[in-house]
Structure formats: structure tokens, C-alpha cells
Nanobody, 123 residues
Framework: QVQLVESGGGLVQPGGSLKLSCVLS????????MAWFRRAPGQDREFVAA????????LIDDTVKGRFTISRNNAKNTLYLQMNNLQPEDTAVYYC????????????????WGQGTQVTVSS
């Protein structure tokens, strides 16, 4: 059974930083394309960032480009999202997702999801 467990969310002031982590079990990490999505209050879930199996290729949504960085440590089966210069509009539940093989910004194809971690940006 594939399981994803996120951590690292919390309350931060505008301009602050957080680093999210997501540990994958039940699937070979080096066979998995990985991504972060988020759902803001009253909104649909949206793509944030995705990363290839090797970690060399990434996709970052324009709304967070230059502020967020996605990375992975294949030795630790862990996905990361470094979030800098956070703004109130970044407030959301952040989800990591896994799919076999190729990474993608499209939710379709991601067959495993974490439970989500809350990020709140407020003064």
C-alpha cells in the first residue's frame, strides 16, 4: 500500500519561509514522479510543482516561480518544497502526490496522495 506523509506546515508571517517534507512508502521512490498541489479555502486543488525521478527536471507553476523550490532525496524517499517569501494567497492545504514514472502538472495520473498539511500565511 502506497503511503505519503507530509509535514512542515504551520503559521508564518508574510515574507517568511517554510519547508514541507513528504515521505513515500510502499512504492519504489526512484520509480515515482512526484508533485505538490494545494487547495485554498473555497478553491479547487491546483498544481504547485513537480519533479522528475532523477530530480534534474522540475515544473513550477508561474504563481510561485522564483519563490518555491521542489527537490527530492532519493536515498531518503523524501520530497521537499522550500517556500520563501510566502504571501497570504499561499494559504492552503498542501498535498504531495505520487505517480509511476513520468512527472506531470496534471492531477490525472497521480494515484497516491498524502493527507495534506496546512500552511497559513498571516500577520
Amino acid at each position: 500500500q502506497v503511503q505519503l506523509v507530509e509535514s512542515g506546515g504551520g503559521l508564518v508571517q508574510p515574507g517568511g519561509s517554510l519547508k514541507l517534507s513528504c515521505v513515500l512508502s510502499g512504492r519504489t521512490f526512484t520509480d515515482a514522479g512526484m508533485a505538490w498541489f494545494r487547495r485554498a479555502p473555497g478553491q479547487d486543488r491546483e498544481f504547485v510543482a513537480a519533479i522528475s525521478i532523477s530530480g534534474k527536471d522540475t515544473l513550477i507553476d508561474d504563481t510561485v516561480k522564483g519563490r518555491f523550490t521542489i527537490s527530492r532525496n532519493n536515498a531518503k524517499n523524501t520530497l521537499y518544497l522550500q517556500m520563501n517569501n510566502l504571501q497570504p494567497e499561499d494559504t492552503a492545504v498542501y498535498y504531495c502526490a505520487s505517480r509511476p514514472g513520468y512527472y506531470s502538472p496534471d492531477e490525472v495520473g497521480y494515484d497516491s496522495w498524502g493527507q495534506g498539511t496546512q500552511v497559513t500565511v498571516s500577520s
